[in-house]
């Protein structure tokens, strides 16, 4: 059980980072992006046309220094955080010394059989909200990747950014889209199977007396 456990915290400890690290090559793309439409509008028709290509390139390298800058600032904050806990290890255990170590109770919680139908209701969401996060980050890392340079033919011109007015207010904001089918894919099979599975839990689980109302 350890194992899993620590099997477990290092494999959403490397999610997390893949994550951080596609966040970071989204945003950068995005921005050298911009600088390169920036610099493109100041020149003629004829130039913008010539200068698609270093548009693109531009983005490419925006991409590599946001995976960068993620990657060094997470290996940075492990080594804080590293020491942090050994400092607080260290402190926790001259403290125990000195301190009576307190009699434990035993609590039990009483509850009554949950039902059916309610199970599968509650079990359902949370399942389904579980598959929104994952579907989330999915789609994330299938931005971050079709701006990256190992994208596929056809990833990068899927992607349209629309801006949009932000009701009565003269700020407008830029909205990614797609509609690849892999990206909605990515986001709503996570979803639907987190939905379909938390009902069927919750359900299988109640109909054998294993899910209880706390009370």
Request: glycine share 14%.
């Amino acid at each position: 059980m350890p194992m899993l456990l620590t099997l477990g915290k290092r494999l959403a400890q490397g999610y997390g980072l893949l994550l951080a690290m596609a966040a970071g090559g989204l945003v950068f793309a995005n921005l050298f992006g911009l600088g390169a439409f920036l610099i493109q509008e100041i020149g003629s028709d004829n130039q913008r046309a010539a200068s698609l290509e270093p548009y693109r390139w531009w983005m490419h390298c925006g991409w590599w220094v946001g995976v960068g800058f993620a990657l060094t600032g997470a290996v940075t904050r492990k080594r804080a955080t590293q020491t942090k806990t050994v400092r607080e290890q260290t402190s926790a255990a001259t403290e125990s010394a000195d301190l009576a170590t307190p009699e434990s109770g035993r609590w039990k919680t009483v509850g009554k059989r949950s039902g059916v139908l309610s199970s599968v209701a509650f079990f359902g969401c949370a399942g389904g909200f579980a598959g929104l996060m994952l579907g989330g980050s999915l789609l994330l890392l299938w931005f971050s990747l079709a701006y990256s340079p190992f994208a596929p033919a056809g990833w990068a011109g899927s992607v349209k950014v629309e801006q949009r007015a932000n009701g009565h207010l003269i700020e407008n904001e830029r909205v990614m889209t797609t509609t690849h089918p892999v990206a909605l894919y990515a986001f709503g099979v996570p979803i639907g199977l987190g939905a379909t599975a938390g009902a069927i839990i919750g359900g299988v689980g109640a109909a054998l007396g294993k899910v209880e109302d706390v009370e």
